[in-house]
Structure formats: structure tokens, C-alpha cells
């Protein structure tokens, strides 16, 4: 037997009433559904595209970046991203918060496992040499997001602080980050229009297996802003010279790197065809940190301000004390 309400079957002067307030209710419940979906709209993929014209899509920020070249640890942690670096390669250890971090191999060969078991949300490298490619390609092919940038000027590096900023969600820093920077640029640029002279620099990457910095790359752009002429020509990031070739090109000051590409550098007064370049007559030879000049980075306006300060002592207030972090070279 089928049993109905009573409240149903009954005709009662409240009937009509509990159906108005039914109605409110489900109406009610209705909007307030509404309202939370406005308050929470579907989340838009990020989207970046890469200096090899790759693009990245991620579908929230990444927290478990590994970055194969180092200067991505000192641009993250210049954004108050460090947290998410999981792991480093081994030749890295700045910021000094990553010391302790696994490592998974060497930024040209990383070892391909061991970047899968750390389970990263983005991969970082720095466009280059070819070598670099192939573990890009490697990583891509077991479906990591692999975002590949250049950053051969300060223009680009801008760009790159930039987007790393929006895969991190760090929009807003990465935009403080280069407005400083840019703006230190800026001051340089003025104090080196009033300098009357630009010496001719020589940057030495390697040696004795010569290596010197050449017109294209963020070296060359340092040297500029600085307010030297690089005196070499030719179009390559990296130019083999000679010792004779050096003498031939006379450069009137000379820097020269000490880090991994360089690591014991022996000073000019110790290289006896070296000794007659017009650098070592007139004593403007420095050893200059390589990470600081070489690597794009947070550092490299330091580096361009550092080396207007050697070549033009007269717009540094502090004339009296040499640049913050360069070694003069001893004869």
C-alpha cells in the first residue's frame, strides 16, 4: 500500500506556505552556488615561450625547479624562489641555501635519472653550446617541461628574469628585480658619457689554451657599459688567440677571469710575451671573478659598475679603493 504525506494529501491553509519556502531555499542554495563559482574561476594555464621557441605550459606555478646552469639559482633566489630549487648541479652551490641539495651531474651532462627521481615541475637551461642541447631533448622525451633561454645582452637577461618570473609566479618581483637594475644601468650609462677616454680591454676566458671574450655575448655588453672598447673583433662569444695575436691588438687594460673555465691563471709579469702589452706597462691588469662577469645573472650589473670603477677611477667615490671583489694582478 502506498502511503502519501500528509502534508501532501491534506489541503491546509500552510500547505502553500512550506511550498513558498521550499522554493526560497532551493533559490537561495542556487545563487549561493552562483557566487562561488565567481568567487572561484577556472585556473588559466601558464604559458611561456622559450628561446629555442618552445612553449611552456604549466598548470599552476612551479614549486620543484632544477636548473642545469647555475645563474637560474641566483635569478630564483633574487626573486625569494629558493624554496623551490630541488636539486643543483655540482658545480653549483649559490646561493649557499642549495649547498646541501641533491646533485644531479654537470649542467652539460646531467644525469638523466637522477633529475626524474627529484620529480621537478620545470627544468631550466641556458642556451649555448650544442652539447647542452642534448640533455634538453633527453628530459623532454620523458615528459619534463624543459624551458630553454638565451641571455647573450642585458636586454635579454631582463627577458629572462621576466619569464622565469611568471613560471614561478613571482610577476611581481622578477619587475622589481629588472626596474633596479635597469635603473643602476642607467646611473653607469650617465657617469661614463662624462669620461673622455675608452680603453681598449681585453677579457681573457682561458688560457693558456687561449680563450678571449669576443663581441657577442653579455661580457662584450659589460665591457661597453663600463665604458671599454673591447678590442677584440670578431663575432663569436668566445675568439682563440694567440699570445702574439694579444700583443698585435695592444690592449691598454686586461682582465682576467679566475673561476671553473679558468681556475689557476697565472698573472701577466709571469707570461714573458705578455709583458710589453701597454695592460702590464701601465699596471691596469686585474683578476676579476668569472660568475660575477661571465655568468648572466642578478651579478652582472655589479659586474659592469666593478669594471667602470678600474677603467674610470676618477667617476668611483671611493677613488682610493679598488673595485669591490677584483685582484690586481701582481708583477
Same mark, same amino acid.
Given at each position: 500500500?502506498?502511503?502519501?504525506?500528509?502534508?501532501?494529501?491534506?489541503?491546509?491553509?500552510?500547505?502553500?506556505?512550506?511550498?513558498?519556502?521550499?522554493?526560497?531555499?532551493?533559490?537561495?542554495?542556487?545563487?549561493?552556488?552562483?557566487?562561488?563559482?565567481?568567487?572561484?574561476?577556472?585556473?588559466?594555464?601558464?604559458?611561456?615561450?622559450?628561446?629555442?621557441?618552445?612553449?611552456?605550459?604549466?598548470?599552476?606555478?612551479?614549486?620543484?625547479?632544477?636548473?642545469?646552469?647555475?645563474?637560474?639559482?641566483?635569478?630564483?633566489?633574487?626573486?625569494?624562489?629558493?624554496?623551490?630549487?630541488?636539486?643543483?648541479?655540482?658545480?653549483?652551490?649559490?646561493?649557499?641555501?642549495?649547498?646541501?641539495?641533491?646533485?644531479?651531474?654537470?649542467?652539460?651532462?646531467?644525469?638523466?635519472?637522477?633529475?626524474?627521481?627529484?620529480?621537478?615541475?620545470?627544468?631550466?637551461?641556458?642556451?649555448?653550446?650544442?652539447?647542452?642541447?642534448?640533455?634538453?631533448?633527453?628530459?623532454?622525451?620523458?615528459?619534463?617541461?624543459?624551458?630553454?633561454?638565451?641571455?647573450?645582452?642585458?636586454?635579454?637577461?631582463?627577458?629572462?628574469?621576466?619569464?622565469?618570473?611568471?613560471?614561478?609566479?613571482?610577476?611581481?618581483?622578477?619587475?622589481?628585480?629588472?626596474?633596479?637594475?635597469?635603473?643602476?644601468?642607467?646611473?653607469?650609462?650617465?657617469?661614463?658619457?662624462?669620461?673622455?677616454?675608452?680603453?681598449?680591454?681585453?677579457?681573457?676566458?682561458?688560457?693558456?689554451?687561449?680563450?678571449?671574450?669576443?663581441?657577442?655575448?653579455?661580457?662584450?655588453?659589460?665591457?661597453?657599459?663600463?665604458?671599454?672598447?673591447?678590442?677584440?673583433?670578431?663575432?663569436?662569444?668566445?675568439?682563440?688567440?694567440? @699570445? $702574439?695575436?694579444?700583443?698585435? /691588438?695592444? %690592449? &691598454?687594460?686586461?682582465?682576467? *677571469?679566475?673561476? +671553473?673555465?679558468?681556475? !689557476?691563471?697565472?698573472?701577466?709579469?709571469?707570461?714573458?710575451?705578455?709583458?710589453?702589452?701597454?695592460?702590464?706597462?701601465?699596471?691596469?691588469?686585474?683578476?676579476?671573478?668569472?660568475?660575477?662577469?661571465?655568468?648572466?645573472?642578478?651579478?652582472?650589473?655589479?659586474?659592469? @659598475? $666593478?669594471?667602470?670603477?678600474? /677603467?674610470? %677611477? &676618477?667617476?668611483?667615490?671611493? *677613488?682610493?679603493? +679598488?673595485?669591490?671583489? !677584483?685582484?690586481?694582478?701582481?708583477?
Amino acid at each position: 500500500m502506498t502511503r502519501t504525506f500528509a502534508w501532501l494529501r491534506t489541503l491546509s491553509p500552510a500547505r502553500p506556505r512550506r511550498i513558498w519556502c521550499l522554493a526560497l531555499t532551493l533559490t537561495l542554495l542556487c545563487c549561493a552556488n552562483a557566487q562561488a563559482e565567481v568567487r572561484a574561476p577556472a585556473r588559466v594555464p601558464i604559458r611561456v615561450v622559450d628561446d629555442a621557441g618552445q612553449e611552456i605550459v604549466l598548470d599552476r606555478p612551479a614549486v620543484r625547479v632544477i636548473a642545469l646552469y647555475g645563474a637560474f639559482n641566483e635569478i630564483l633566489d633574487g626573486l625569494g624562489k629558493a624554496d623551490v630549487i630541488v636539486a643543483r648541479t655540482n658545480a653549483d652551490t649559490i646561493p649557499t641555501r642549495i649547498a646541501t641539495l641533491p646533485v644531479i651531474g654537470t649542467h652539460m651532462r646531467p644525469n638523466i635519472e637522477a633529475v626524474l627521481a627529484q620529480k621537478p615541475d620545470l627544468v631550466l637551461q641556458m642556451a649555448g653550446r650544442k652539447e647542452a642541447s642534448l640533455p634538453v631533448d633527453a628530459l623532454r622525451k620523458r615528459g619534463l617541461r624543459v624551458a630553454v633561454f638565451r641571455a647573450a645582452s642585458f636586454a635579454e637577461l631582463f627577458s629572462v628574469i621576466r619569464r622565469v618570473g611568471v613560471l614561478t609566479g613571482s610577476e611581481a618581483q622578477a619587475d622589481d628585480m629588472v626596474r633596479g637594475m635597469e635603473a643602476r644601468l642607467a646611473t653607469l650609462d650617465a657617469k661614463v658619457a662624462a669620461t673622455q677616454q675608452r680603453p681598449r680591454v681585453f677579457y681573457e676566458v682561458r688560457s693558456p689554451n687561449m680563450l678571449g671574450a669576443g663581441r657577442t655575448g653579455l661580457v662584450a655588453e659589460i665591457i661597453r657599459r663600463a665604458g671599454g672598447v673591447n678590442c677584440v673583433e670578431e663575432r663569436v662569444k668566445f675568439a682563440r688567440l694567440s @699570445e $702574439e695575436e694579444i700583443v698585435r /691588438l695592444a %690592449p &691598454e687594460a686586461y682582465l682576467i *677571469q679566475r673561476g +671553473p673555465m679558468n681556475p !689557476a691563471p697565472l698573472p701577466l709579469s709571469k707570461r714573458p710575451r705578455l709583458r710589453t702589452i701597454p695592460a702590464a706597462a701601465n699596471g691596469k691588469t686585474w683578476f676579476v671573478d668569472e660568475r660575477r662577469y661571465s655568468r648572466p645573472g642578478p651579478q652582472s650589473v655589479g659586474a659592469a @659598475e $666593478e669594471l667602470a670603477g678600474l /677603467l674610470h %677611477p &676618477e667617476i668611483s667615490q671611493k *677613488q682610493s679603493a +679598488p673595485a669591490k671583489g !677584483a685582484k690586481k694582478d701582481r708583477k
